[in-house]
């Protein structure tokens, strides 16, 4: 992609945000962000477009090799700086080196404390009576033993823990690279990597007490693990094991990520040409990936899985009900009809003072997801269009999959369910950057358009389905 290009793009992300940021502020004046919130907004965008643009264009040429080591050092480097740089804010912010609100991150520390002694008291049994009993289901149960574990080895500090984000988000950006480029082209691959580097959503959450990080890494390497199984097949049996195992992993996770990647082999497997691998091949494989799947669903695993689906069809208006009960005005409109097409924007910045503080804390990183959404959609035509789709068999399976199923749920606007699918999300983006022709222009401004209108509506929303103003 032409540096002209992509200063293009970066700049006018920068000028919607400024644009959209103080016409609200203007507009709704009496609730408008402080500017503490402002400053962690506009420090946000100007880091990401300002460093992803530095970033591909110092690197774009490197070699393969160097360019790997190259993302992973900065991304490990940045992600251990802001670390140790948020334990200090959240300490001065909250009293406890936790972020805002810190619900689930709390009840993670507290159980993984209690285990932990159990543990170190010799108590082995009652661990999984405990864990079973302190989570709601299989999903809840990964992470709290994860943490288990860590402070049954190195004491119940929250640093530790921290830092093995940081250092499993580093390589995540990694295997970002390699997935892109094993199916894509270089450009791409690289353009990918780069924003993952730099990506506030991918940084942020390594200084959270959340699940989160583990979990796009665990995903992130399967998808990539995988598709290195099928493209290479030296070692496949040790491949297979090693994908099954992340597989599984996740279920601990998110059950809903599991299932999903489950679904995108099989695509991956079906959509795959003969001269890559054979049908005898292909049938080996389903049938392990079939077996494989058949003991998943007569465990526990099993029953998370059918009960995940229920729980997607009842609660699919989830978000009406919470905003009726609440007596808000519009709550009609946050049915999933009305929010599912717009799944890959969702959620839309927040910049007004009703939020709460995690929410204020990320309005720049929501924007930048809003602002990358139209160029992962329009990836698929572009995709199309270059006939290219069967690259994306196995990154867009799993992305667009993932981005329905939460457009039916009833977390369609919480920004933390949908990161699952940001790894594929960055990628599709980079493809559709990295292809872009002059005719697509009228579309992007379109969408530009369209974006600031929509952040706006949403913020008087928010504020009139509240009764603050009319």
């Given at each position: 992609?032409?540096?002209?290009?992509?200063?293009?793009?970066?700049?006018?992300?920068?000028?919607?945000?400024?644009?959209?940021?103080?016409?609200v502020s203007i507009a709704f004046h009496d609730y408008a962000l402080r500017v503490h919130w402002i400053i962690w907004g506009v420090?946000?965008?100007?880091?990401?477009?300002?460093?992803?643009?530095?970033?591909?264009?110092?690197?774009?040429?490197?070699p393969s090799k160097t360019f790997i080591r190259k993302v992973f050092w900065t991304a490990l480097a940045i992600r251990v700086v802001y670390v140790l740089g948020i334990i200090f804010y959240y300490s001065m912010q909250t009293g406890i080196p936790i972020e805002y609100r810190a619900a689930d991150s709390l009840n993670y520390h507290e159980t993984a404390t209690y285990l932990s002694q159990l543990a170190r008291e010799g108590y082995f049994n009652a661990i999984f009576q405990q864990l079973d009993a302190r989570t709601v289901g299989f999903s809840d149960q990964g992470y709290s033993l994860y943490l288990t574990i860590l402070y049954s080895i190195f004491g119940n500090n929250t640093i530790l823990p921290r830092l093995l984000k940081a250092l499993m988000s580093a390589y995540m950006c990694v295997a970002i690279y390699k997935l892109s480029a094993r199916n894509l082209d270089e450009r791409t691959?690289?353009?990918?990597?780069?924003?993952?580097?730099?990506?506030?959503?991918?940084?942020?959450?390594n200084g959270t007490y959340m699940k989160e990080t583990e979990m796009l890494f665990l995903a992130t390497l399967a998808l990539e693990r995988f598709d290195d199984l099928i493209h290479n097949r030296k070692h496949w049996i040790g491949k297979l094991i090693f994908v099954t195992l992340l597989t599984a992993l996740t279920f601990g996770f998110r059950t809903v990520i599991g299932m999903i990647l489950i679904g995108s082999y099989i695509v991956m497997i079906l959509f795959t040409e003969k001269k890559e691998l054979s049908t005898k091949a292909k049938i080996i494989t389903l049938s392990v990936i079939t077996a494989i799947t058949i003991i998943f669903l007569i465990t526990p695993i099993g029953k998370e899985m059918v009960f995940t689906i229920k729980l997607n069809f009842k609660e699919s208006n989830y978000l009406v009900v919470k905003y009726n009960a609440k007596g808000m005005r519009y709550a009609d409109y946050a049915s999933y009809k009305t929010m599912a097409p717009g799944v890959f924007v969702l959620p839309l910045t927040n910049l007004v003072e009703v939020a709460n503080e995690n929410q204020k804390m990320m309005n720049g990183t929501y924007f930048i997801k809003n602002y990358l959404a139209f160029f992962a959609m329009w990836c698929i035509i572009a995709a199309f269009r270059d006939k290219k789709w069967k690259s994306f068999r196995l990154i867009g399976s799993y992305t667009i999959a993932y981005a329905l199923i939460i457009a039916f749920s009833f977390a369609v606007n919480s920004e933390r369910y949908h990161l699952?699918?940001?790894?594929?999300?960055?990628?599709?983006?980079?493809?559709?950057?990295?292809?872009?022709?002059?005719?697509?222009?009228?579309?992007?401004?379109?969408?530009?358009?369209?974006?600031?209108?929509?952040?706006?509506?949403?913020?008087?929303?928010?504020?009139?389905?509240?009764?603050?103003?009319?």
């Open positions: 992609m032409p540096d002209k290009l992509q200063r293009h793009f970066n700049t006018i992300g920068i000028g919607l945000y400024a644009l959209a940021l103080i016409i420090a946000t965008v100007l880091w990401f477009f300002l460093m992803t643009y530095l970033g591909y264009k110092k690197s774009k040429h490197d691959a690289k353009l990918a990597a780069i924003f993952a580097v730099f990506l506030p959503q991918f940084i942020h959450y699952p699918a940001l790894p594929g999300i960055i990628i599709m983006a980079a493809f559709a950057m990295t292809h872009f022709r002059k005719k697509d222009f009228a579309y992007y401004y379109a969408f530009d358009g369209l974006l600031l209108v929509a952040i706006i509506a949403w913020n008087y929303l928010k504020l009139s389905g509240r009764g603050l103003i009319f």
